[in-house]
Structure formats: structure tokens, C-alpha cells
């Protein structure tokens, strides 16, 4: 007869302390009382590739959604 062994590990999968919470969608937001810190991005907006890439997307979600009805 083995007995189960204990690997030191808590049930739970989240570390202990931890000072954010999951939301849907992924997203770790900070609790009441910390700042959230802002993440800058460069991307330019108005450059052709950035026009393309976006329209490529919207056409992929429109595609999607019609699909889905």
C-alpha cells in the first residue's frame, strides 16, 4: 500500500500574496490601492503597414461575424 505523497505544493495555482486579480478576457488589473502602470507603445498609426494590417483585421472580424449568424 503507498500512501499519497505530499509535494509541498498548495492546491491552489495562484501564488500566495499575489496583489492583482484575473478579469476575464486575461487581463491582470491591480487591486483597490495600487497604480496601475501604463505601458507605452510606438506604433505609428499613420504608416501604411499599420493601414493595412488594420483593415486586413477589421475584413477577418466582419468575415467572422457573418460567419457566426
Not at 3 to 21: C, D, H, L, N, Y
Not at 34 to 47: F, H, M, R, T, W
Request: net charge negative; no cysteine.
Amino acid at each position: 500500500m503507498n500512501a499519497p505523497r505530499s509535494t509541498g505544493k498548495s492546491s491552489s495555482q495562484e501564488p500566495t500574496g499575489e496583489a492583482k486579480e484575473k478579469v476575464p478576457g486575461g487581463e491582470v488589473k491591480p487591486r483597490a490601492g495600487e497604480q496601475e502602470e501604463e505601458e507605452e507603445v510606438d506604433i505609428n498609426l499613420e504608416a501604411p503597414e499599420t493601414e493595412k494590417a488594420a483593415l486586413a483585421i477589421q475584413n477577418q472580424f466582419r468575415r467572422f461575424q457573418k460567419k457566426k449568424k
